[in-house]
């Protein structure tokens, strides 16, 4: 089972920042286009943000001008940036690989392979 893994969560006051951290397994050479979800109790998890191949970004209105989704240069890493947080951004935040690679001379292969969550929790 391929399980990305999230960090960089964790409490913080409105009006500050966090930055996530999505890290590729091993078993995965790069990640080729990604997204970050968020779930709350009892509600359904909700899109965020999305990075292409291409490096094309797409973010939820809810987060827009506030999150920047980014990548590292080797693919291996994916970024959430967030600012300016408010107690609504409170949520579990998972990072999906959409399309990877397993090595160097692969095809770009489409998954579905998700992180374990990391709790960011916006208060004061």
């Known amino acids: 089972q391929v399980q990305l893994v999230e960090s960089g969560g964790g409490l913080v006051q409105p009006g500050g920042s966090l930055r996530l951290s999505c890290a590729a397994p091993?078993?995965?050479?790069?990640?080729?286009?990604a997204a970050w979800y968020r779930q709350t109790p009892g509600k359904q998890r909700e899109l965020v943000a999305t990075?292409?191949?291409?490096?094309?970004?797409t973010y939820a209105d809810s987060v827009k001008g506030r999150f920047t989704i980014s990548r590292d240069r080797a693919k291996r890493k994916v970024y959430l940036q967030m600012n300016s947080l408010k107690p609504e951004d409170t949520a579990v935040y998972f990072c999906?690989?959409?399309?990877?690679?397993?090595?160097?001379?692969?095809?770009?292969?489409?998954?579905?392979?998700w992180g374990k969550g990391t709790q960011v929790t916006v208060s004061s």
């Open positions: 091993p078993s995965i050479f790069s990640i080729n286009a």
């Open positions: 999906k690989a959409d399309k990877v690679k397993y090595d160097p001379f692969d095809s770009v292969r489409d998954v579905g392979y």
């Open positions: 990075i292409t191949n291409e490096d094309s970004t």
